[in-house]
């Protein structure tokens, strides 16, 4: 882990040196740029001088404070100059050189004709040929057929421009100078081209994941710097070299409101780097930004304070960065060495501006700072797209994971679904199996069933007939009667296993017709009655006034409704009350018939419907198919019976459809 911090600091350093190195590269080409030299305010360039390209003028001119030409007399306080190449304060005064030209057809343009006036031989130029890139012929000034002697006077104005102090001249033929116009426009719409590829790249970025939406934020970015770059195509001369057009208007408090996108494009990539001092700094060195904008529109000179604003932001992002890159974020890396680039672009430019290095052929030819702001917005787009490529990498990878799970997925499905088929296999002959158990088992109860019925009626009235004989002696009476109740009781079960043998044989049709549901439940309260007195139990009931008409099957239906009165009577405490009652709403009707006795247990409630099942509290003689024969019945009936049992009372609802 040391060691890795150690890399990272040596990277850091490394990065720096080379950073000046760089810088000061650059500035060892313009201090050997090839210059026509004046010396005393005289220069003389000959055709061997620029055989080998353009001059830069530089040396010793005249200059006064005199403001217009015309008021220069021969009694008038001259000085000389400083090298006009490192000159910073050529503002507001008059630069006067004697120029010979011996056999060339010497042209000369101007890379910062802004506030400045010349004349040659005492012709004054006009706005037109001043513009920028434009090439001046001195042939078209001559006076002199042998040895063409030029009088140039060079009078700049106040300079609202703090890029570039050099209103010198560049020397050279026709040929040279449109070479050197080419290479400016050539590399503003190199980097106008750059702008539209990582537009483009940003926007195809953008359409394959909406949701990133801090890609707008660099799209906007680096549009405001390709429309920098257009304006900059606009003219022949390059940007640096040319400010004050009608654009700059407008360009420059552009270029100031895209200030902070910058520093919210790297919270974006490194959310947890970025802490709220930074955030703060952040807001107010926008808003300073956001204040320099709105001068420089009002017509305010607020360069000076835009390039402090400026470079404090440039320093936070960088700060942010070098963290980030401590803290081996990804991404980071490449985003520091952009960042360094463009500190070495911005200082070289700075340097040239304050005079320490001269103008040379860097600036006027190849400007390397025009490129500065343009590779950190390029290690901007390498650090997303790397972003990109680790999530697509993830996404990969969770392919790959997803495709073996996937077919592992598919083997264990083959596996289970041939252990399934088998099973099913044995699964279809186990339940033929079961059917014809079944099947052999409703025979067997049927023929059982049948087979008793018989014996069973004759055994009753056997007994009903001692009965009779045996009245007038009670020791013989009571067992008789015992005899009669277990003799009803086994009758009974034998009817219930009958009609659930028929049910499951699909023997058991309903005939459903309409009947008085009201005179049902009257007569199987009174049929009831004498059992319920025995029990010392009343039977009320809460019935309509008027008849209840719906269809039903009149013996099943009483025979679910018997069922049910049967159990309550039977659970119900002694000296308490049966109640049935009768309910009819718009689509159904509700039979509740309420008895209050023991509570059915939790645990037995959900089971109460399911054949044979006897609960915890049953009596011996009971055989559990009741209830599940009730359920049936109403079931035949498309309704439904619940129940509902407390420590109070427990009731039973059966609810019929009235269509």
Not at 220 to 249: E, M, N, T
Request: glycine share 6%; with cysteine.
């Amino acid at each position: 882990m040391k060691k890795q911090k150690n890399r990272r600091w040596l990277f850091l350093l490394v990065l720096i040196a080379a950073m000046f190195a760089l810088i000061i590269q650059l500035s060892f080409l313009n201090i050997n740029t090839r210059a026509a030299v004046a010396e005393r305010g005289k220069v003389t360039i000959t055709e061997e001088s620029i055989r080998d390209g353009f001059l830069l003028l530089d040396g010793q001119l005249l200059v006064h404070d005199n403001f217009h030409p015309l008021d220069i007399t021969e009694t008038s306080e001259w000085q000389y100059s400083c090298n006009l190449r490192s000159d910073i304060h050529m503002e507001n005064h008059t630069y006067s050189m004697l120029l010979t030209v011996d056999d060339v057809d010497l042209c000369f343009l101007m890379p910062q004709p802004k506030n400045c006036v010349v004349w040659i031989n005492g012709i004054k130029l006009t706005e037109e040929q001043l513009l920028p890139g434009r090439i001046i012929q001195l042939s078209d000034f001559a006076i002199d057929d042998n040895n063409h002697i030029y009088r140039i006077f060079l009078q700049v104005g106040e300079s609202t421009s703090l890029r570039v102090r050099y209103h010198g001249f560049i020397f050279g033929t026709q040929e040279q100078l449109t070479k050197v116009l080419l290479v400016w426009n050539s590399s503003t719409m190199i980097a106008v081209g750059i702008c539209l590829l990582l537009l483009v790249q940003i926007f195809a970025l953008f359409a394959q994941k909406r949701s990133e939406r801090y890609l707008l934020l660099l799209m906007l970015v680096v549009l405001q710097a390709g429309l920098r770059g257009l304006h900059i195509s606009l003219y022949p001369s390059h940007y640096i070299f040319y400010s004050g057009s009608k654009f700059d208007v407008f360009m420059e408090p552009l270029f100031r409101l895209t200030l902070p996108f910058n520093l919210l494009l790297l919270i974006t990539l490194f959310p947890k780097d970025i802490g709220k001092k930074t955030l703060i700094c952040g807001l107010i060195i926008s808003g300073l930004g956001l204040a320099c904008a709105f001068a420089q529109i009002m017509g305010f000179n607020v360069i000076r304070q835009s390039t402090f604003v400026e470079w404090a932001m440039l320093f936070l992002e960088a700060g942010c960065i070098i963290k980030s890159f401590l803290l081996e974020r990804p991404g980071s890396r490449v985003l520091l060495a952009g960042v360094a680039l463009n500190f070495a672009g911005r200082i070289f430019a700075r340097l040239i501006i304050w005079g320490v290095v001269p103008t040379g052929i860097v600036d006027t030819y190849y400007y390397p700072w025009q490129y500065a702001n343009l590779i950190y917005l390029i290690s901007f787009v390498i650090a997303i797209d790397g972003k990109f490529a680790r999530k697509f990498q993830e996404a990969d990878i969770l392919s790959e994971n997803l495709q073996q799970i996937n077919a592992d997925l598919e083997r264990i499905v083959a596996d289970r679904t041939t252990n399934l088929e088998k099973s099913n296999r044995e699964l279809a002959q186990k339940n033929e199996m079961l059917i014809k158990l079944q099947q052999d088992k409703q025979k067997f109860l049927g023929n059982i069933v049948h087979n008793l019925r018989t014996p069973l009626f004759t055994l009753g009235g056997s007994v009903e007939m001692l009965q009779e004989e045996t009245k007038d002696y009670p020791q013989f009476s009571s067992r008789l009667h015992r005899m009669k109740d277990k003799v009803d009781y086994i009758q009974n079960m034998i009817n219930e296993l009958f009609l659930i043998v028929r049910m499951d044989d699909g023997l058991i049709s309903f005939d459903i017709k309409n009947h008085d549901l009201k005179n049902l439940l009257l007569q199987c309260c009174a049929d009831f009655q004498q059992k319920a007195e025995r029990k010392g139990v009343e039977i009320q009931t809460i019935l309509p006034e008027n008849p209840v008409l719906i269809a039903f099957d009149d013996f099943y239906l009483r025979q679910a409704v018997e069922n049910v009165l049967a159990n309550a009577i039977r659970h119900s405490y002694s000296g308490k009350a049966v109640t049935v009652s009768l309910e009819q709403d718009q689509h159904s009707v509700h039979i509740r018939i309420q008895n209050f006795g023991a509570q059915i247990s939790p645990e037995d409630l959900p089971h109460i419907f399911q054949r044979y099942y006897k609960g915890r509290d049953s009596k011996p003689e009971q055989a559990g198919l009741g209830l599940a024969i009730t359920q049936e019945i109403i079931s035949r009936h498309s309704g439904d019976i619940t129940v509902n049992s407390n420590t109070e009372s427990t009731c039973f609802t059966l609810t019929l459809p009235t269509e």
